[in-house]
C-alpha cells in the first residue's frame, strides 16, 4: 500500500478498530494501544485484501485477538484489574447501554458488539470467531437476558 492508501485506510477504520478494543480493555489508553498494535501489524506485514468486507473482518479478528492477548499478559502479570471499571464508568457515565453491554463476560460482548455495534449477522460472527452459528445465537439470546435484567 501506498502512504496515501495507508493513510485512507486508517481514517477509514481507526474509530472502528478503537470502539472493538475498548469492548475489550475497558480503558480509552489501553483502547488505543491496542488500535494501534492492530495498524501497526497491517503496516509491517504489507498485507493485501480483498474488498472492504475482508479488511473489517481481518480487523475484527485480529484487535480482539491482540485485546484477548494483551488482558491474559495483564492477568499473568498480576496487575489489578478492579480500577478498570471505576474509569470506565466515569468516561461513559450517561450511556448506561454500553455500561451494560462492557459489563457482560468477553464471550456475550464480542457477539453483541460484532451483532448489534458493527451489524454483522450471525453467520459472519461465526465465521470471524470460529464457533458454529448455533453458538452465535445462544450467546446473543443468553446475553439479551443478561442486559434485559440489568437494565430493568
Not at 43 to 70: I, P, Y
Not at 118 to 130: M, N, Q, R, S
Amino acid at each position: 500500500m501506498s502512504r496515501d492508501e495507508l493513510e485512507a485506510f486508517y481514517n477509514k477504520y481507526k474509530e472502528y478498530v478503537y470502539k472493538l478494543c475498548y469492548t475489550y480493555m475497558k480503558r480509552a489508553a489501553d483502547a488505543e494501544d491496542c488500535a494501534e498494535d492492530v495498524f501497526v501489524k497491517v503496516l509491517s506485514n504489507d498485507l493485501k485484501f480483498n474488498g472492504e468486507e475482508h479488511e473489517k473482518r481481518w480487523l475484527a479478528v485480529a484487535a480482539a485477538n491482540h485485546c484477548k492477548n494483551k488482558l491474559k499478559k495483564r492477568n499473568r502479570d498480576g496487575a489489578p484489574l478492579s480500577d478498570i471499571t471505576d474509569e470506565v464508568q466515569e468516561e461513559n457515565k450517561n450511556d448506561e447501554v454500553l455500561q451494560a453491554v462492557l459489563s457482560l463476560p468477553d464471550k456475550y460482548k464480542s457477539v453483541v458488539w460484532l451483532y448489534y455495534y458493527d451489524g454483522y449477522k450471525t453467520a459472519e460472527i461465526a465465521k470471524i470467531l470460529k464457533k458454529p452459528a448455533s453458538t452465535v445465537r445462544n450467546l446473543l439470546s443468553e446475553a439479551r437476558a443478561i442486559l434485559k435484567k440489568v437494565l430493568e
